[in-house]
């Protein structure tokens, strides 16, 4: 196979003569303004490129709940694969463990990062340890999170 942008325009030329034969343009001046649209791309857009930045990883889940900084139910809540049964370690980027740290201390964070770069779990793995270790103190039923995903 050719690189991926000889083969959108191998791709584009056919799809452009395979397009054009359903009808035929009498009339001189439309068929000029047809083929200048044609020419302009405007059937198809321009191929769409984006980095997707591969993200440093930090430690994981587990490492965190064999040191005592999460509580060990975390090491068996948050697992890749779990879903479907071929647990692993979750491994963690310096954001989320950042955000971690910063939820460890009380203190106030917002992350902004890319899509698929795991805000949730940033948020989502501090709220779970704080509810594991106080139910670890108090057992008593009570609500202890809420969470809003508005």
């Not at 991926?4 to 439309?30: C, M």
């Not at 020419?39 to 490492?63: D, F, H, M």
């Not at 805000?119 to 793995?125: N, Q």
């Not at 009570?142 to 508005?150: F, P, Q």
Request: aromatic fraction near 10%; include cysteine.
């Amino acid at each position: 196979m050719d690189d991926v942008f000889t083969f959108r325009n191998r791709l584009i030329g056919e799809y452009s003569s395979f397009s054009r034969s359903f009808s035929k343009v009498a009339a001189p001046d439309i068929l000029v303004k047809v083929e200048e649209e044609y020419a302009r791309g405007r059937y198809w857009p321009e191929p769409l490129i984006q980095i997707n930045p591969n993200y440093k990883r930090s430690g994981t889940v587990q490492q965190l709940a064999k040191e005592g900084v999460l509580h060990p139910v975390c090491a068996h809540i948050f697992q890749a694969g779990k879903t479907e049964g071929k647990s692993a370690d979750l491994h963690l980027y310096v954001h989320q463990m950042q955000a971690l740290a910063k939820a460890q201390n009380q203190q106030s964070f917002v992350v902004t990062t890319g899509t698929g770069s795991g805000k949730s779990l940033s948020f989502f793995i501090p709220i779970i340890d704080r509810i594991v270790k106080s139910k670890a103190i108090d057992p008593k039923k009570r609500t202890r999170a809420i969470v809003n995903l508005s």
